[in-house]
């Protein structure tokens, strides 16, 4: 076997495995999106319907238009103790939503606020070392159950408990030390030469970083900002411990339909599975050649 032909079959492999792999990863968001369309007698058949031939538009109906589960149509069967789809707790998805955003962007737009400033100073002033840089990213290492606890009582004791600002401290605190270390090595790629030659046209030292250190890192900027929303967005545990009924964020809602009372709604489960993910891919699609370059532009090295 030749060169050519040896390249070719690592080609023909590693296409191979990429396809593969595109299955994996694929699979469970197409099986969510078809659990979605399906009639209730079809979320446990065997075997498994990959796509309903009556598929409907009726778990989104049911979960984002506050109306009761599906009942008969023609063509469809009568869904029995139809009251067991639908509990008190999981009927408040617009509110989880709106919830989730408030929290979300807000302690998003703060970390990556904040962790920008901070990544300036530790780049050009070495405000912390690398020593505290590391145990800065250490404190995110520490699993949420850890202080879950400690914090309910806390947050208790000076009434933030089930209350929109307390999520945004915790998510703040806790995607802060991302933020920094994501920020820095944008913040590195930018010679200190831009700068002084900005300072000597008569530039002040916040007009430099304002007009020409952030626009060049703008895409950094741009891929932290996303990949900190994912964090804060997705989070489950902490929001479950912080919150009890007034502010809900869409994870929690997800686990509601899911219960003893009304048992596993699979069909209004991959519903609002989808409400939670379709607003993360609309932002990715937009801004996808920011996310390019952000996530490229940190890795090369002067």
Known sequence: MNRVQKARLFTIFRYAMLFIWSVIVAFPIFWIVSTSFKPDWEWHAWPPVY????????????????????????????ATETARYESHSANKPWQALWNSLYIAITATALSVAFGAILAYGVSRYRILSEIR?????????????????????????????????????????????????????????????????????????????????????????????????ILTWSEYLLSLMLSKVDVVTLP?????????????????????????????MIIGIFIRKHLVRGFTFGMVKR
Not at 257 to 268: A, K, L, N, Q, T
């Open 51 to 78: 796509w309903s031939q009556e598929a409907s538009w009726a778990n989104y109906r049911a979960v984002w238009g506050r109306t009761q589960s599906p009942r008969a149509t023609s063509g469809e069967k009568v």
């Open 133 to 229: 840089m590391f145990q800065l990213l250490v404190l995110r290492m520490i699993p949420p159950i850890v202080v879950a606890a400690p914090l309910t009582l806390y947050y208790s004791a000076i009434h933030l408990m089930d209350t929109a600002l307390g999520l945004i401290i915790v998510y703040f605190i806790t995607t802060l030390p991302y933020s920094v270390w994501m920020t820095k090595s944008f913040v590195d790629e930018v010679p200190v030469e831009i700068e002084q030659a900005a300072e000597i046209l008569g530039a002040t030292k916040w007009q430099a970083i304002r007009e020409v250190i952030f626009p060049l890192i703008r895409s950094g900027i741009v891929a932290t900002f996303l990949f900190i929303l």
């Open 252 to 280: 929690v809602q997800l686990a509601k339909y899911e219960g003893s009372d009304e048992g596993r709604v699979y069909g209004h489960q991959a519903a609002l599975a989808v409400g939670i993910t379709l607003p993360l």
